[in-house]
């Protein structure tokens, strides 16, 4: 890194250690901030790294050259309506990421399609139970909302268990073994065929509240439903209802439109849905602070920057 630069880290305070220790030992020529720990000029602030950042902060740093996301979704800083769109925006993108996602749609698709579960409440009855009518992986179709780096790796993983996979996306995917579906055209065909609905869309105007009871009802009786994406893409109580009137056998639910999911939800004690804490990945801190630094290497030497949001998308 040649001129010194500055790194304002846009993250709670009580979080910032993860990031600046590895920040501080990949760049010691960075000078790193910590927004409402340090005091600092707006003026002199060249790139940010953070998740949510509170809306305005970022509009209103006036030599801001590139923002990090720590995260591979980026609407948390769509949601400021004075993001400085002039500013590029480059998302996490990252193996590591992709990998444990699909490692926990295999594993929530398998713990459904095996009814570990209800192996669960026969073990807490103490009961030996072998007569159980087998579900044939062939015949299970798994379809993906949302095809891009992680819905990629989760569709090649699951089909390698043999599930019958389909993926759903704004462009047509060519990926062996894996049929897909474009567009709000084919929206639907695609959901009469999926047993089990996966969704691993960013969370734009468009997918905002996609999982909800016309979705539902478009899906076949007893599906399954793995929301790994953003609580955003699901009405939680056309959810609940859908299961509760016996349409959908049940859901998995990483991510919620209130997060921390609040001790009064119902979804939390609802005995067709598991609930995880949005820890469906959890991203290495060295990997993100590597990320940011390379990005800003590339900056500095005048080379295009990878992973760059379009606005126009939104993702
Ligand atoms: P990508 O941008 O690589 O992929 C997005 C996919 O969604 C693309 O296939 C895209 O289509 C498709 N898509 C977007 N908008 C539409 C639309 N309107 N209609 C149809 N398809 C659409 O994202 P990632 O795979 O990297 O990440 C996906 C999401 O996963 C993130 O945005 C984040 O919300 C979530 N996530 C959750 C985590 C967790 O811990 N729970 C961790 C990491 C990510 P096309 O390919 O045609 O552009
Ligand atoms: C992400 C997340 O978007 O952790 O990376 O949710």
Same mark, same amino acid.
Not at 11 to 35: K, M, Q, R, Y
Not at 222 to 241: M, T
């Given at each position: ?14 979080? #910032? ?6 920040? #501080? ?20 602030? /060249? ?8 809306? =305005? ?36 993108? /990252? ?47 798994? @379809?993906?909302? =949302? ?14 268990? /043999?599930?019958?996979?389909? =993926? ?14 474009? =567009? ?56 609940? #209802? #859908? ?58 030497? @005048? ?13």
């Amino acid at each position: 890194m040649t001129a010194r630069s500055t790194l304002l880290l846009a993250v709670p305070v009580s979080w #910032a250690g993860l990031w600046t220790a590895p920040l #501080a030992e990949l760049a010691p020529d960075l000078n790193i901030v910590v927004h409402e720990r340090d005091k600092y000029d707006p003026k002199t602030i /060249d790139y940010a790294l953070g998740f949510r950042p509170e809306p =305005g902060l970022l509009g209103s740093l006036p030599n801001l050259k590139v923002v990090f996301s720590l995260g591979a979704g980026v609407d948390g800083f769509l949601a400021d309506s004075n993001y400085p769109k002039q500013i590029p925006l480059v998302r996490f993108v /990252d193996h590591q990421l992709s990998r444990e996602m699909a490692q926990y749609c295999v594993m929530h698709t398998l713990i459904h399609h095996r009814q570990q579960r209800m192996f669960d409440g026969f073990q807490q009855e103490r009961k030996w139970r072998q007569s159980v009518p087998p579900r044939h992986t062939e015949d299970t179709r798994v @379809g993906i909302l =949302g095809i891009g780096e992680i819905g990629t790796m989760a569709a090649e993983r699951l089909r390698d268990h /043999d599930f019958k996979m389909a =993926g759903w996306s704004r462009t047509r995917k060519q990926i062996a073994g894996v049929e897909s579906f474009a =567009g709000h055209d084919e929206l639907a065909k695609f959901l009469g065929r999926s047993d089990i609905l996966i969704c691993l869309l960013p969370l734009t105007p468009d997918t905002r509240h996609i999982l909800n009871a016309k979705t539902f009802a478009q899906l076949p009786k007893n599906a399954f439903v793995i929301n790994v994406a953003r609580g955003g893409h699901l009405k939680e109580q056309d959810l609940i #209802a #859908a299961i509760d009137s016996g349409h959908l056998s049940g859901a998995t639910l990483d991510v919620f439109e209130t997060e921390p999911l609040p001790e009064s939800s119902p979804l939390w004690s609802h005995p067709r849905i598991t609930v995880t804490p949005h820890v469906a990945a959890i991203s290495d801190p060295r990997v993100m602070a590597k990320n940011a630094v390379d990005g800003i290497a590339r900056h500095k030497a @005048g080379k295009p920057l990878e992973n760059v949001v379009d606005f126009t998308r939104g993702y």
